[in-house]
Nanobody, 125 residues
Framework: QVRLVESGGGLVQPGESLRLSCAVS????????IGWFRQAPGKERERVVCMTTSDGSTSYTDSVKGRFTSSRDNAKKILYLQMNSLKPEDTAIYYC??????????????????WGQGTQVTVAS
C-alpha cells in the first residue's frame, strides 16, 4: 500500500554534491517517522537521518552533521536528502523508509515498515 522509490544516486568525486529523492505513494496521511538509511559493503545498515513528524524533530548521525540535510515536499510527497562535501566513506546504497506505527518514542527507536529499493551512491576519485 505504501511505495517508496529512491532516485538521484550516482558516481561523484570527493567534495561534490548529490541530492537524493524518495517519491512516496499510498495513503495521504502523514507518517510517524521518516528516515534515510545506508549500507556499505561488509557493514551494518545505519541510520543517516530521521524525522519524527509529530514535532518535526530531526536527528542526524554524527558523521554527516553539517554536510547532509533532509527535507520534504509535502505537496509532491517527496523526501529529499541533500548531500554536500561527499567523502569516499559515504559510498553506500541509500534507502528511504517510513512508518506510521509509533513503536518507539522517537524516529530512531521505531521499526520502519516501508522501504524503498535503494539507490547507489559512489564517491571516488
Amino acid at each position: 500500500q505504501v511505495r517508496l522509490v529512491e532516485s538521484g544516486g550516482g558516481l561523484v568525486q570527493p567534495g561534490e554534491s548529490l541530492r537524493l529523492s524518495c517519491a512516496v505513494s499510498g495513503p495521504s496521511a502523514d507518517y510517524y517517522a521518516i528516515g534515510w538509511f545506508r549500507q556499505a559493503p561488509g557493514k551494518e545498515r545505519e541510520r543517516v537521518v530521521c524525522m519524527t513528524t509529530s514535532d518535526g524533530s530531526t536527528s542526524y548521525t554524527d558523521s554527516v552533521k553539517g554536510r547532509f540535510t533532509s527535507s520534504r515536499d509535502n505537496a509532491k510527497k517527496i523526501l529529499y536528502l541533500q548531500m554536500n562535501s561527499l567523502k569516499p566513506e559515504d559510498t553506500a546504497i541509500y534507502y528511504c523508509a517510513t512508518t506510521n506505527t509509533p513503536s518507539g518514542s522517537w524516529c530512531g527507536d521505531v521499526d520502519y515498515e516501508y522501504w524503498g529499493q535503494g539507490t547507489q551512491v559512489t564517491v571516488a576519485s
